[in-house]
DNA sequence: TTGTATGCGTTATCAA
DNA sequence: TTGATAACGCATACAA
């Protein structure tokens, strides 16, 4: 049950001996404003301890300075780093991100977004689940910028900034038949996001034209548990494979772990791994696993500098396609 | 740039054919309005794709419903668990988060104080940093609560939530003497914050009422990689340690890796290895790692109730202590 | 239950 | 450069 407790510009003004008009100039960045006003000002907000209402001057504005980053399984490695770089460039660039958890239910996308429009966020950055039409219509209409990151997804208006992860999942089968494997697996969760189906289809499109099978694999979510009930599939056939691209880092610690530990195989000599993601634990000596590395400072840099940028949202085309890099580690022959 | 592309209740009351009023009064849990009239300011609503602004509505209420979440390194596990737990109870409380990073210069945790109270914030969750005086009573002052995460800080004021670091590092040592041990080692990071100092201390107090010595080491940032380090310079002494607590399970992953693939030290049969947090990583069986279990969701569920509390801020003794629990894993001999 | 009027803390406009 | 005044969108005291 908050009182009066903040103290605001009429009050500094009348400390100052000024008009709230000359407390507003000395805040406002570009502003003509006397040098001793300004002294005076100051030193009264100091004493005071004014600090400029963001509420009222986003009101005013029309410009809350917000960024609503929207997010699910917001704690494991990828998502994590994903976040703390996005954070770090929006207040680089003068922004605030707000934080909202869709880990509940399906539809909680479209209310985070609702709630991105009550706060009147300028821009929202949508890291997973995909948003209703209808929804992200609403927000565009009510100027709110979009961003959506490896969403794949074919509406107008949103920046949509997406890895390569068909052509990066081609590599992986040269790099195994390289190594001299032949029996490839593509072991997923079932979570079907369009990365991962990427992946998925580009590893057996890409073995196709090399005129090699693939077993593909798919369960639960994606996480460490997965990749340990994937490897406890794939590593019980009569036809053992030699080779796993797994798509996802998360599911490729868990398929590892299970591999040596439970069923004593040897990496890289009788099977090769490759994940995605590069997450700090893939570069971990247990695992030093062989993945793709996602540009995430370049993909937070370009998000918000496309959100920062002036020039309406006609910027030609608002889609952004990055090559993830492939990090050579010892899960892979060879290299 | 933006426009004026927001539909406010103005325009929704006059579609609906009411006053302004009644469009708010609709909007207000609580308010007395007839259903006829509900019904047709609601479609009137959809209509137009009205949505309360909470900018607004926090200027009036003088209540915003931001609540701040400071957090350096917040893409470490631990802490990426705790901001989700956060994030979770705040919304499910009705409040959202937003989201500052201090991991740039060290008055940064001031400055994101400083832009708390610029967002109105009805309160400020400190995860990480200690803040100056001054400024926490600032935010005191204005009405702003504020909670203090394993900071251990003797401000009053803060509602201050710790775990019993020394107490649980006592039991490590009866763990250690347990499982024969008697050269013990504490592996710390130099970040010196209260929580890893306290267990140091516990630990070394634990031990030297037991008669035994503690080799004390200290490396670098609280990370994997000086927990590689720190095994380098403990695992090359003449007298070798059979017994290692690391600050923090970050630490003892990489305590762990370069144990075992850099000096083929067998755990736990040659060394005893226990940490701290209970991270995902530490139930990986590449570490199944014995460790103290923080107590996140109860943690942020605690925080969060005391920030809605309505009963003022005396609430008596606004300081809560938990136990962390001690997770038998395989790194330990006996258990 | 409903409408009217007032105020929340800003910034933008305009005249001085 | 400065100050008075009008918005911004909402909630609420009060009168009807």
Redesign the interface.
């Known amino acids: 049950?908050?009182?009066?407790?903040?103290v605001s510009a009429q009050e500094v003004a009348e400390r100052a001996g000024v008009s709230r008009s000359a407390v507003s100039r000395t805040f406002t960045p570009g502003a003509s404003v006397s040098p001793e006003t300004r002294r005076r000002v100051v030193e009264a907000a100091e004493a005071l301890?004014y600090?400029?209402?963001?509420?009222?001057r986003?009101?005013m504005r029309?410009?809350?300075g917000?960024v609503c980053?929207i997010v699910s399984e917001?704690?494991?490695?990828y998502?994590?780093?994903l976040?703390?770089a996005m954070?770090?460039q929006l207040?680089n660039a003068g922004k605030?991100?707000?934080?909202?958890?869709t880990?509940?239910s399906d539809g909680s996308v479209d209310l985070a977004l609702?709630?991105a429009?009550?706060?009147?966020a300028?821009a929202s950055i949508i890291l997973s689940g995909m948003p209703d039409r209808s929804i992200t219509q609403?927000c565009l209409?009510?100027?709110q910028r979009l961003v959506l990151i490896n969403r794949d997804d074919d509406q107008q208006g949103p920046l949509r900034i997406n890895l390569d992860d068909a052509e990066a999942a081609g590599r992986v089968v040269t790099a195994f038949v390289r190594a001299g494997c032949r029996r490839l697996a593509f072991a997923n969760s079932q979570a079907g996001t369009p990365s991962l189906m990427a992946r998925e289809h580009g590893f057996v499109a890409a073995a196709k034209t090399m005129g090699l099978p693939v077993r593909v694999e798919r369960h639960g979510p994606t996480d460490?548990e997965s990749g340990r009930v994937l490897a406890q599939r794939l590593l019980t056939l009569s036809e053992r494979p030699d080779a796993v691209f797994c798509a996802t880092d998360l599911l490729a610690?868990?398929f590892m772990?299970?591999a040596?530990?439970?069923f004593r195989v040897a990496i890289p000599d009788q099977l090769c791994v490759v994940g995605f993601d590069d997450i700090?634990?893939a570069a971990?000596?247990?695992?030093d696993l062989t993945t793709f590395a996602q540009p995430v400072e370049m993909i937070a840099r370009e998000a918000v500098a496309w959100l920062v940028n002036?020039s309406?949202q006609a910027a030609g085309d608002d889609s952004v396609r990055f090559q993830p890099n492939l990090v050579w580690r010892s899960s892979v022959r060879g290299g």
Chains 1, 2 share one sequence.
């Not at 049950?1 to 903040?6: G, R, S």
């Not at 600090?51 to 009222?56: K, P, S, Y």
């Not at 429009?117 to 009147?120: A, F, G, L, N, S």
Request: glycine content about 8%; hydrophobic content about 30%.
């Open positions: 049950m908050p009182q009066k407790p903040f301890g600090h400029v209402n963001h509420l009222a986003g009101l029309n410009e809350s917000i980053l917001m704690s494991t490695p998502r994590a780093n976040i703390r954070t770090q207040q605030i991100a707000m934080l909202i958890n880990d509940r609702r709630q429009i009550r706060y009147r300028d609403l209409k009510n100027g460490y610690c868990g772990d299970a040596r530990h439970q700090e634990q971990w000596s247990s695992y002036e309406g």
